[in-house]
């Protein structure tokens, strides 16, 4: 339905929560090959299977990485506050349509439930949504278009899948984003993504009163990683970095890569829909200071 809607030019999206995105990864996957821009939400839930209702981020692997079959990404998009769940669906409607592509957001089960105020975008007119020259929409006296995701001669799909590659490169050079929160100084660096990154906020606070400089890189796109942020603090004052996730660790592995083995990286996470308290990430943090310092 999403394919067919989007593809003559409506914006549409769809939404689910885990195992109901695990459902739709194949049309996912055409939808991407055929370029067709739209919007698809996961608010995730504990797991693998059906799992439990709690909030997790178990899926991080699966909408970073592609998630269906064959070369492709998405847009994601983590918002960690209701304002930003609401800011962000309207940002990706507007990176889907600029690069032809769908694009995610990507929120733990605590977002979708919390309760905040938010305050709406301007209402904007239609007539200023792009053009789209490619939709099949059905208009007399234009050329025939046709989106598919088939391409059988490899010397046609090959160029193809290279054109999508391209569009990835343009999408990792322009849109790459991360909130640094108190890294200028910082020895010990957390990141988290979602609702668990405001925790981690406060447990920084909380090691800047205890005399340790502690500082948060939240990623606001998943994909493009904002691998840069990581590269800074790398080369900066970070002794070692801790990536504190509601997963058995999946963000970690992007987090090692953008640090590219100038400092160490260390993990902490909970699973199962239970959320970490300040204490525990917090002790977390230390240990991480304190293996660092030990393998000197």
């Not at 693998?48 to 994601?76: N, R």
């Amino acid at each position: 339905m999403v394919y067919g809607a989007a593809g003559a030019g409506i914006r549409a999206m769809t939404s689910s929560s885990s195992p109901g995105v695990s459902l739709k990864q194949e049309g996912i996957s055409y939808i991407a090959c055929a370029r067709i821009p739209c919007v698809v939400v996961n608010i995730m839930r504990a797991g693998p299977g059906l799992g439990g209702i709690l909030p997790a981020q178990g899926d991080y692997f699966q909408a970073t990485k592609g998630g269906g079959h064959g070369d492709y990404h998405l847009i994601v998009l983590a918002p960690s506050t209701a304002q930003e769940a609401c800011d962000f669906t309207y940002r990706a409607f507007d990176l889907a349509d600029k690069y032809r592509v769908p694009a995610m957001i990507l929120a733990d089960g605590m977002i979708g439930q919390i309760m905040e105020p938010v305050e709406l975008p301007p209402m904007r007119d239609l007539k200023d949504i792009p053009e789209k020259p490619w939709a099949t929409s059905g208009h007399y006296g234009k050329e025939r278009r046709i989106l598919n995701s088939l391409i059988i001669k490899p010397e046609e799909l090959e160029p193809h899948v290279n054109e999508l590659q391209r569009t990835y490169d343009e999408i990792y050079a322009n849109e790459r984003k991360a909130e640094c929160y108190k890294t200028e100084d910082a020895e010990i660096v957390l990141t988290a993504y979602g609702t668990i990154a405001r925790i981690c906020k406060s447990v920084v606070d909380e090691l800047r009163m205890q005399g340790v400089k502690a500082g948060c890189i939240r990623p606001i796109t998943l994909y493009p990683f904002p691998d840069d942020a990581y590269a800074k603090c790398a080369a900066g004052a970070a002794k070692a970095f801790l990536s504190v996730e509601l997963s058995l660790g999946q963000m970690v592995e992007d987090v090692k890569l953008a640090v590219n083995g100038k400092k160490p990286v260390y993990f902490y996470g909970r699973t199962g829909g239970n959320v970490p308290e300040e204490a525990e990430i917090i002790e977390a943090a230390k240990s991480a200071i304190r293996k660092a310092e030990a393998a000197k």
